[in-house]
């Protein structure tokens, strides 16, 4: 067992932008709590948490990484994550880890659309979070401009607990202190500002603080914690994680750890966790009434445990996870999603990088790995007795629209292919793929170019396949607008026994998303109840391959009310033929449509470029939802637009912008297409169909 207990332990990732200097605070991290001797350079490939080959030939951050200190008798787990947009999902995996999400913002450049992002989804993933402005050395920063754009940007909650002194090489604490003058104003201002918030947590505190107008520092700590918790308060610290005059010197560091291990929530003090029964939609599970379990950071009570990191290299997989309650040890038996069969966990590992050593077990609270368990994928839940499948309820990532058709360059390849990326989509919660069965395409999608372009590397120098790419065909889907019926009789009669069944139904549509529904509301024995199944199946068939364009169908009800059957010709397969032309004769009547999906992108470009981009978006057939400007003369323009019109955007913005620009896209929802585009898309499928 570990010397120190879950009360000692402290979980953060390390959130932002890219550039933001993430890597190199957590190596000055490392140092100060005394896990390394020398300071890594990530321009050299020398940091802990930048250790794979592709990481260290881009000189940024690509996958999370998981290192750990000791300071001051407590375990700092860290948890260093990518910051470019296309590598969301693996800064976003890690906040399901740990109780505090830490916003790392370049002093330099402050806040851009990737960073607001971020921390939205850190308040989604029920973390608390902080703010570290780095790099505050550096040229031309403004730390009073940027604490306000902060502050107008994030929200006033945002209070810094520490402040830059002698022009950012010295810090001073403002949550314990109030003496003297920061290089942004009065300590004695910014020390009123963080304790008024605090006090806002407690009537009594309050009423002391309007009383007397101070608080003994040792009544807050209680209320700073739910503060945190609660969102009213968002700490921010100040470094300079890496001088750029002296690699070796940072500045903050020290005052960061510090506040973690004095402040920040250890397992014991940080929101609840809660797991969801998949599958229940009626929300009767395990637990309370609405599905859901809350997990106990308690070692004594039985494991729960899920995996938010998996690596597949020449030694196996291993399965990087936070333990959320129990304590999993060497040689325990667990139940791994909803596998029947117990699995044994030979070996347990605390990890530094990419360096892993075994231990005797993890209590609740910390995190581990585990090597050579094939079952164990990303975001299964590890428990000590059977169960139905569980998974976090704050699991959630971006969709990955950003697609590329992939083919074999060698003969022979698919089956590899398939298998390649099974691993890779076992590591990655935004990675997608999908053989269209229309177009009998293989399609990989991804957050973007970027992010597709790693996945393509590494099948190329990991597994030793090449592809060839090409854009994909868009995924249209089919559904119904109105209401209507369909009826037809199938009767084939070829000598002995033949073939009879009529069908009669209704189709209306349904809510965008709720999918296919299927009712028998026949009465009498109008149809006997052994056919129905094959009608139903008669009916799924066009539904996968749609009516009028060769797309998927969705979101439609389909009644079965009536019908006739022969005591003799009536068979399941006459039955699955009526069904089958009666759906497709209803859904001609009923104002069939073509949905496209629409995706909501935001734009960050040069603001002399904004009117360029609305223009250009509202030329895609883009609805403009809001423009914001940001610091840097950068402008960010939101809106909806058919992927159809997007789907190459990449190659368009740098037209428009000359490289100046970037943006992020997310599926939004599906919509008709416009009558001339349904036209368009119908007729290229008609000279399939008779091809074929």
């Not at 369909?486 to 002995?496: A, C, I, L």
């Not at 009526?578 to 004769?585: L, N, T, V």
Request: include cysteine; glycine fraction near 10%; proline fraction near 5%.
């Amino acid at each position: 067992m570990p010397a120190y207990t879950t009360k000692d332990i402290h979980n953060i990732a390390l959130i932002g932008q890219a550039h933001s200097g993430k890597t190199s605070l957590t190596e000055a991290l490392l140092k100060e709590g005394g896990a390394i001797h020398h300071l890594g350079l990530v321009e050299k490939g020398t940091t802990v948490s930048d250790f794979t080959d592709e990481e260290k030939a881009r000189g940024s951050s690509i996958y999370n990484a998981v290192v750990h200190c000791d300071y001051r008798g407590k375990r700092i787990n860290i948890i260093d994550t990518p910051g470019a947009a296309d590598f969301a999902g693996q800064a976003l995996a890690a906040l399901l880890a740990v109780e505090t999400g830490v916003l790392v913002i370049n002093a330099m450049t402050g806040l851009d659309p990737n960073t607001r992002r971020l921390f939205a989804r850190a308040a989604e993933a029920n973390v608390c979070r902080m703010i570290v402005i780095n790099k505050i050395d550096g040229d031309n920063v403004d730390l009073e401009t940027l604490i306000a754009s902060i502050q107008e940007g994030l929200g006033p909650e945002c209070v810094p607990v520490n402040l830059p002194i002698d022009g950012g090489k010295r810090i001073v604490d403002c949550f314990k202190n109030k003496e003297g003058k920061s290089d942004i104003g009065p300590v004695d201002d910014w020390h009123t500002a963080i304790v008024e918030r605090v006090v806002e947590m407690d009537d009594e505190l309050m009423q002391q603080y309007l009383e007397k107008g101070e608080v003994e520092i040792e009544h807050l700590h209680e209320p700073f914690e739910a503060a945190m918790r609660e969102g009213h308060l968002i700490p921010i610290c100040f470094t300079c994680a890496r001088s750029h005059l002296d690699a070796n010197v940072n500045v903050g560091v020290k005052e960061f750890l510090d506040f973690a291990v004095d402040l920040a929530p250890n397992p014991l003090e940080g929101r609840p966790r809660r797991l969801l029964k998949v599958g229940d939609a009626h929300g009767n599970g395990n637990g309370s009434g609405n599905g859901e379990i809350e997990m106990a950071p308690d070692p004594t009570k039985p494991v729960l445990a899920h995996t938010f990191k998996v690596v597949n290299d020449r030694f196996g997989k291993m399965g990087v996870f936070r333990v959320h309650q129990g304590t999993v040890s060497k040689d325990a038996t667990v139940f791994i999603g909803d596998h029947k069969k117990p699995t044994k966990i030979a070996h347990v590992h605390e990890v530094q990088g990419k360096d892993h050593k075994e231990i005797d077990a993890a209590i609740a609270g910390d995190i581990a790995a585990t090597l050579k368990i094939e079952e164990l994928d990303l975001g299964e839940v590890l428990q000590s007795m059977a169960n139905s499948r569980l998974k976090l309820a704050s699991e959630k990532y971006p969709e990955p629209m950003y697609g590329l058709a992939v083919e074999s360059k060698k003969r022979g390849d698919e089956q590899k292919i398939a298998d390649a990326l099974h691993k890779l989509k076992s590591e990655d919660p935004t990675l997608k793929f999908e053989r269209n069965p229309i177009t009998h395409e293989l399609v990989v999608r991804g957050l973007g170019e970027q992010h597709l372009r790693v996945v393509l590397d590494k099948m190329k120098h990991k597994f030793g396949l090449e592809v060839e790419t090409h854009p994909p065909k868009i995924a249209y889907k089919e559904t119904i607008l109105g209401k209507a019926e369909g009826h037809h009789r199938h009767k084939k009669q070829t000598g002995g026994a033949g073939q009879f069944g009529e069908v009669y139904l209704r189709v209306e549509p349904t809510p965008r998303g709720t999918g296919f529904q299927y009712v028998d509301d026949t009465f009498g024995g109008s149809i006997p109840k052994q056919y129905i199944p094959a009608i139903e199946k008669g009916i799924r068939t066009v539904l996968e391959t749609g009516c009028i364009a060769g797309y998927p169908m969705q979101d439609i009800k389909v009644s079965v009310y009536d019908g006739k059957y022969h005591d003799v010709d009536s068979k399941e397969i006459a039955f699955f033929t009526a069904g089958k032309r009666a759906f497709i004769d209803a859904v001609t009547k009923a104002k069939p449509a073509i949905l496209e999906p629409v995706v909501m992108i935001e734009v960050t470009v040069p603001s002399k470029h904004m009117g360029d981009i609305t223009g250009d978006l509202s030329g895609k057939r883009g609805r403009i939802q809001g423009t914001d400007m940001l610091t840097g003369d950068l402008a960010v323009v939101k809106a909806l637009v058919p992927l159809a019109e997007v789907a190459n955007y990449q190659n368009q913005l740098k037209s428009v912008t000359g490289g100046q620009g970037s943006y992020s896209m997310e599926l939004s929802h599906y919509d008709p297409v416009p009558g001339n585009v349904q036209a368009q898309i119908a007729a290229q499928w008609k000279p399939r169909v008779e091809e074929e």
